[in-house]
Nanobody
Framework: QVQLVESGGGLAQAGGSLRLSCAAS???????MGWYRQAPGQQRELVAS???????NYAVSVKGRFTISRDNAKNTVYLQMNSLKPEDTAVYYC????????WGQGTQVTVSS
């Protein structure tokens, strides 16, 4: 069974931190793992991605504040979010690229001003 399960979302104050986790199961050849987010009425956008060799990519809006990492032994990808801003409020989705593309169901992140 293929699963991408996100956790770690919640409510934070501006300037605070959260760490998101995405645990993958039943998936092989995960060449790239990434995080997207979608705010109400907005398009879904790429936040960060990481290749199997550790090469990372970030959206300009989060660069320097967010850090993506992966633990291949645990089949898990993380998103450490620091210096949170109200505009970071969105549903965050985990995505896996490999032989196929898979999406998680999303986790809500809310940042109050």
């Amino acid at each position: 069974q293929v699963q991408l399960v996100e956790s770690g979302g919640g409510l934070a104050q501006a300037g605070g931190s959260l760490r998101l986790s995405c645990a993958a199961s039943g998936i092989s050849s995960m060449l790239i793992m990434g995080w997207y987010r979608q705010a109400p009425g907005q398009q879904r956008e790429l936040v960060a991605s990481i290749t199997s060799s550790g090469v990372t990519n970030y959206a300009v809006s989060v660069k320097g504040r967010f850090t993506i990492s992966r633990d291949n032994a645990k089949n898990t990808v993380y998103l450490q979010m620091n210096s949170l801003k109200p505009e970071d409020t969105a549903v965050y989705y985990c995505k896996s690229w490999g032989f196929s593309v898979y999406w998680g169901q999303g986790t809500q992140v809310t940042v109050s001003s």
